[in-house]
């Protein structure tokens, strides 16, 4: 052993395979995920920690990359090669897919012990279970019509919190004369998509988005509503600084956190960096729906689905991960951390910031309200092929000088293309 730390010591990571030899105690189950910024990866380690409790050991396989872009082309590799990790990170409609190939372990039991067809809110369901039986175990739900705000900057230039989207444009217009920069924005495909979910949503409201995003109504997608949201974009673009192409997200949450920038519109994953720099909600950042967006919910969640194994030790350990997930504390753990709040709805949210306590209770209003809706760039509201093509489109609109017809027409388009 000494002699071999020895050797590693003195040749670096060119001998880093020989950590893959250690006893197996030391790696029982393999995660893979895109948690890799500060807050995502302090929140894994919640699971990671509360595994070790329970005697199991962990190894990370992180894939860097926001949204799992590149964590899915990975994951595809390591099936394909009959080596397929533990559990991995997934987005739904990628979880129906691999339920789809019979890839997946079958989670009644612990669903069933947990109760969670009676906490878990309907329209997550539609992804957590496939042909009646439970594939994933939900760490939480996240949201992307947010707003992240530096208070101070706020102050400073005499701006209220907008409560429409000619306030809201109002506010960028006052960074930027003022030589800050409006909107921290990260220019890579999904990101682009974040913003145009909700301008859509901004722009025709909850039953507009369910139509175009998730129904995928063509006379929607090319409709002058359509046009508008890509209106509203184009204006947006303009708080953004020039740097901005492809840029990580959490570099862009850094623009605001940093006083840089003034407003960022990102899922609730941001609220974790700011956590993580050690600020406070209300005191040093502010959240806020995108304007135009209130009493709806765009949703994501992050679920841990399990590859099949024959392997009755790697079956239990899969069972207790997606026990411990579920498990009040850790919903609330894990959460606090993340940014996000819980997947169930049957929590106490004393616990959560003013932020989180804000989305958990509004997440619960948009399911009542049937306005809890999937969010489209985050893998809930189409599957893998329709969500590309309207990346393709969105961010050809972004990177050029398309105008908003044009690009209507070619999403309406593109979608109709990528459904068939
Ligand atoms: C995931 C989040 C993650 C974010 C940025 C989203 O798709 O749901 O957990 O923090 O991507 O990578």
Redesign the pocket.
């Known amino acids: 052993m000494t002699v071999i730390s020895n050797v590693v010591k003195g040749l670096g990571c060119v001998l880093f395979p020989l950590a893959l030899a250690a006893p197996a105690h030391a790696a029982d189950v393999e995660v893979l995920n895109?948690?890799t910024s500060g807050g995502?990866a302090k929140a894994l380690g919640v699971l990671k920690d509360d595994l070790a409790e329970k005697g199991i050991g962990w190894k990370n396989m992180p894939v860097a990359g926001?949204?799992?872009t590149n964590a899915m082309a990975v994951l595809r590799s390591r099936v394909a090669s009959g080596n397929p990790p533990t559990a991995a990170q997934i987005?739904g409609f990628d979880a129906r897919d691999w339920a789809q190939r019979d890839t997946l372990a079958n989670l009644d039991q612990v669903a069933q012990e947990q109760n969670w067809s009676e906490v878990l809110p309907q329209a997550l369901q539609e992804f957590t279970k496939y042909n009646g039986h439970w594939i994933g175990a939900p760490f939480e739900i996240?949201s992307t019509n947010w707003v992240w705000g530096n208070k101070a900057l706020m102050d400073k230039l005499g701006i209220e919190q907008p409560k429409s989207w000619d306030d809201f444009l109002a506010a960028l217009k006052k960074a930027k004369d003022a030589g800050y920069i409006g909107l921290a924005y990260g220019g890579q495909p999904w990101q682009d998509a974040t913003v145009f979910e909700n301008v859509v949503l901004a722009s025709g409201g909850a039953d507009f988005y369910r139509q175009a995003l998730i129904e995928l109504d063509e006379n929607a997608l090319k409709s002058d509503t359509m046009v508008k949201a890509f209106d509203q974009l184009r204006e947006l673009l303009t708080y953004k600084d020039s740097n901005s192409s492809g840029r990580d997200?959490n570099l862009a949450t850094a623009l605001v956190i940093n006083d840089k920038a003034l407003f960022q519109i990102m899922?609730d994953?941001a609220k974790g960096e700011f956590d993580n720099a050690g600020l406070k909600p209300e005191q040093d950042f502010v959240c806020f729906r995108t304007p135009g967006t209130q009493g709806a919910v765009t949703f994501?969640s992050?679920q841990l689905i399990m590859f099949k194994t024959d392997d009755p030790q790697q079956k239990e350990y899969q069972e207790t991960m997606a026990k411990t997930i579920m498990s009040p504390d850790f919903q609330i753990a894990f959460s606090q951390l993340k940014g996000s709040v819980p997947a169930r709805m049957d929590l106490s949210a004393d616990k959560l910031d003013a932020c989180s306590q804000k989305g958990y209770e509004q997440v619960k209003q948009a399911a009542d309200a049937d306005k809890l809706m999937g969010s489209l760039a985050?893998g809930y509201a189409a599957p893998a092929s329709v969500k590309n093509a309207v990346f393709d489109i969105v961010s050809s609109f972004v990177n050029s000088n398309m105008d908003s017809q044009t690009a209507a027409t070619q999403l309406a388009r593109a979608v109709q293309g990528a459904k068939s």
Do not use: M, S, V
Request: glycine content about 22%.
């Open positions: 895109w948690w995502e926001g949204a799992g987005l996240h997200w899922g994953w994501n992050d985050h």
